[in-house]
């Protein structure tokens, strides 16, 4: 039964990275319905920029994880202003496959840099002894990432809510043409979705490096994993991919558990998640909490 | 009623839907494409070529029928698949399987080869037909996250299964022709012709889907299911053919693959071949059928000049790093977004331009 628990706990740990990082895509999606493809590249980035600023340029990482958050923020600004502001009106399948290429391009910068092959580790900046709690190991780290997970998650709630900058973004998600009406302007909140998602991304990237090291296939196959996540908990529901960023973590750690080993399976963690997306999309096409379109094909 | 000189057409003077749905507008148009084809088929008479250039060329031609069916799904159907590869690696993978099965010598693989490409593409429809089954439920370009689902399952397929070899490499044997074993120093022209026959037989297949009753709702569902709806057609089952049909060039594509290279590997079927051939099919020209051709030999080339570029680099540059993996999806993805920014129609389209530019010459206007 411990193991159970402890399997539990550290899929709550990876889920609410999930979950922080599914916001920022569906986020993206809301407001401008493009899926973002290089959102795992996102995640990539800010958590290399972290390393960069903690290890390289001697920032205590507190710090550094903040100022992380602030380069993705612009980063994410400004690629939407490059390249996604001049499409707009264009079909969306063009803005889609042009973060398909910008998957590719910032793909192709990380493995230019010494990051894109070595295996890297943050400093350990917390206690290495794990808190124990009934034959349960959770490390400070986890759960230092756990709490700010959370934190970030109900900021966001509350800006969504109550801050006239994220009411807007939600109106636009609604209604873009009765926005514009009432004088939002609809591509300044494009690229505050896509800095915000910059944003969220940089801070899963930050908490993912310290926890499991900074591995580019390892970041490569996290970013991914968000496109399940978002599938599941329905594109448009950002409690959704919360919800579903918790599930997903959990449904890897008890593979990882307890299918692993038995009837020679191996590394199922990576399999299960792509399983789910094409039985949700098969039996319940808009996720768990996703806006349910009422015409049909 | 006069019918339109067929050989002197400066434009397009259609009066029936029978000359409209013509293969070829004009009959220069054909006479150009039967020279084109005289060309390629007599050319290795006239110019040696070494292996490497050889195998270059192979490959273009195999990705050019590839890119008939992602054109099909993103330009014909409005659909971006990002699992190409992985429908191209289930046909290689069902050639290199029965070789694994039955012996790499097995007359099936080596008399039959024909027979087993097919069986290939229609692996690879299958496929195609599952992958695009959530297309009867869905609008909007969610079918996007299914095929790449698809790309990682077969990934972790062919990377952690036994009979897959762990995605080390599997063989598959040499082929007979009538003239007995293709040797060594035969193989490359042989498939060169193999591919040739291939692409210009699925190329007319294609045109010709494009011209009957399921090409037209294709195109008529793309650009707007609900009125196509409205018009009898069943969007999702028409989205769930063009997938099917996509798979079965896929497959096909990647078993003549298998042939060429004399076996299946994994790392050829992976998420960042899937973007190579769609940077393919955006640069040639979504939605046009010359583009499939233009697009698969422009990023080949382009792969050429990256790869020597990278090689130029590491000898100047005290880096251990290998410079090709960073530079090539770098300048593929570069190539996408520029193309959709600045040329969304392609490389099909210069090649419109400069025949219509052809066609009113010397009256410009």
């Known amino acids: ?80 202003r490059i390249f996604l502001r001049r499409l707009i009106g264009e079909p969306i399948i063009s803005v889609i496959m042009v973060t398909i290429g910008l998957m590719s391009i910032i793909d192709g910068v990380i493995y230019l840099t010494p990051f894109g092959s070595e295996n890297l580790s943050f400093p350990s900046f917390m206690p290495s002894q794990p808190v124990v709690f009934q034959g349960i190991y959770i490390s400070y780290t986890q759960l230092a990432g756990v709490l700010i997970t959370f934190l970030l998650i109900g900021v966001f709630s509350w800006f969504f809510r109550k801050s006239t900058v994220g009411i807007s973004m939600r109106a636009v998600s609604d209604d873009q043409m009765a926005s514009m009406s009432i004088g939002i302007s609809v591509p300044r909140v494009f690229g505050l979705a896509w800095a915000t998602a910059g944003l969220t991304a940089a801070a899963a990237g930050g908490i ?90 | 009623m006069m019918s339109a000189n067929r050989w002197m057409a400066t434009g397009n003077y259609f009066t029936t839907y029978r000359q409209e749905q013509r293969i070829f507008a004009t009959h220069v148009d054909r006479l150009i494409f039967a020279l084109f084809l005289v060309v390629l088929f007599s050319w290795p008479y006239f110019i040696e070529l070494s292996t490497k250039y050889m195998l270059v060329i192979d490959n273009i031609l195999i990705a050019v029928i590839a890119v008939y069916g992602l054109n099909l799904i993103t330009g014909f159907a409005g659909q971006i698949s990002v699992g190409h590869a992985a429908f191209m690696g289930v046909g290689a993978y069902t050639v290199a399987s029965v070789a694994g099965v039955i012996g790499d010598r097995h007359v099936l693989i080596t008399h039959a080869w024909p027979l087993m490409i097919l069986l290939s593409g229609f692996m690879g429809a299958a496929m195609g037909l599952i992958v695009g089954l959530p297309a009867l439920r869905l609008r909007h370009l969610y079918l996007l996250m299914a095929t790449l689902s698809f790309q990682l399952i077969f990934q972790w397929v062919i990377g952690s299964m036994e009979f897959f070899n762990q995605g080390q490499f599997m063989y598959v044997g040499r082929v007979h022709w009538f003239s007995g074993q293709v040797s060594r120093s035969q193989h490359y022209m042989f498939w060169y012709y193999a591919l040739l026959v291939t692409v210009v037989v699925c190329g007319l297949g294609f045109r010709n889907i494009l011209r009957t009753r399921y090409g037209r709702s294709l195109v008529a ?100 790093l290998d410079l090709a993996t960073g530079l090539r999806p ?6 996408i977004v520029l193309f959709l920014i600045f040329e969304p129609r392609g490389i099909a389209n210069w090649w419109r331009i400069m025949r219509s530019y052809v066609k009113l010459w010397p009256f410009r206007y």
């Open chain 2, 221 to 320: 569902v793309r650009d707007n299911d609900r009125a196509a709806d409205a018009m009898g057609m069943h969007p999702g089952f028409t989205k769930v053919f063009a997938f099917g049909l996509a798979g079965f060039f896929a497959g096909i594509a990647g078993a003549l693959q298998a042939y060429l290279n004399r076996g299946a590997g994994f790392e050829t079927f992976t998420l960042h071949e899937s973007i190579q051939y769609l940077a393919m099919t955006i640069v040639g020209g979504l939605g046009q059928l010359t583009g499939c051709i233009f697009g698969p030999a422009a990023i080949r080339l382009l792969d050429l000049q990256v790869e020597s570029l990278a090689r130029w680099a590491g000898e100047i540059l005290p880096s251990s």
């Open chain 1, 208 to 297: 993912l490096g310290n926890i499991v090291g900074l591995n580019f296939d390892t970041l490569h196959a996290f970013g991914i994993i968000v496109f399940p996540v978002v599938i599941l908990g329905g594109l448009d529901s950002l409690p959704g991919a919360v919800v579903a960023g918790i599930i997903m973590g959990l449904i890897q750690q008890f593979a990882s558990g307890y299918l692993d080993g038995n009837w020679g399976l191996s590394g199922t963690a990576s399999l299960l998640p792509y399983i789910v997306l094409l039985v949700i999309l098969l039996f319940k096409p808009h996720g768990l909490f996703g806006t349910h379109e009422i015409e049909r094909v």
């Open chain 1, 1 to 80: 039964m411990t193991y159970f628990f402890q399997l539990v706990v550290s899929g709550i740990v990876v889920g609410s990275i999930y979950a922080l990082a599914a916001i920022g895509f569906v986020l993206i999606y809301k407001s401008s319905r493009v899926l973002n493809l290089a959102h795992g590249q996102l995640i990539a980035a800010g958590a290399y920029i972290t390393y960069t600023l903690t290890v390289y340029c001697h920032i205590p990482i507190y710090v550094s994880f903040v100022l992380s958050m602030i380069l993705t923020f612009f980063l994410a600004m400004s690629v939407e």
């Open chain 2, 330 to 335: 770098l300048s593929f993805g570069l190539v």
